[in-house]
């Protein structure tokens, strides 16, 4: 059994295989790698914290009960997606989707604090929350998982075609979204330094 510091220098692919082989310590650092990146991942689909890390314990209960089906030829993380993904439509339809207003988002930023490209990246994905589940998911694969149209495609379920095109409108709207709240911020503005100014 490899140490854990030899571990966290071999490719999530060949983990996988050693997961397959009966390895508990590279399933564990596979637990550690994508643990966070699935909860950011369901949070748009699933409405309670709880939920989420029910999910993802599921999510990776499947995938080591079928790591056998596994090809390491392909992305490990394409696998695990789809496995995940997969779980959550069955979570939805299991469970009444609540309003959308119970769903938790980030509090809006200030463009003003918008200073470096982190703080602009939080702005984005913040309005990005507020598109349809679908455009929001193939925003998050391309852009945060940095998943190739056709991988997009197997977690989506989709053809390639049916990705671009989902890709095109999610980024046309996210556009229309970020201009109107940048349009609303000035507006709000100009009117707070009207106020101030108003006994002139």
Not at 12 to 23: R, T
Not at 178 to 186: F, K, V
């Amino acid at each position: 059994m490899e140490k854990v510091s030899q571990t966290r220098q071999v490719t999530d692919e060949e983990l996988a295989v050693e997961v397959a082989s009966g390895s508990r310590l590279a399933f564990e650092e596979l637990v550690c790698r994508y643990s966070p990146r699935l909860f950011h991942f369901l949070r748009r689909r699933v409405h309670t914290d709880q939920d989420i890390e029910d999910l993802i314990q599921e999510t990776f209960l499947k995938a080591f009960r079928n790591i056998d089906r596994y090809d390491p030829e392909y992305r490990f993380s394409t696998w695990l997606y789809t496995v995940a993904l997969r779980l959550a439509i069955s979570h939805h339809r299991a469970n009444r989707p609540k309003d959308l207003s119970s769903i938790p988002s980030h509090n809006p930023i200030d463009p003003e604090e918008i200073v470096t490209r982190k703080d602009r990246s939080q702005k984005i994905w913040a309005v990005a929350k507020s598109l349809h589940r679908k455009q929001y998911e193939v925003l998050w694969l391309r852009y945060m998982e940095d998943m190739a149209v056709k991988e997009i495609a197997l977690v989506m379920n989709k053809t390639n075609v049916q990705v671009r095109v989902l890709l095109h409108r999610a980024r046309l709207n996210l556009g229309k979204k970020l201009n109107a709240s940048m349009r609303s911020t000035e507006i709000r503005r100009s009117g707070s330094v009207k106020h101030k100014y108003s006994f002139l």
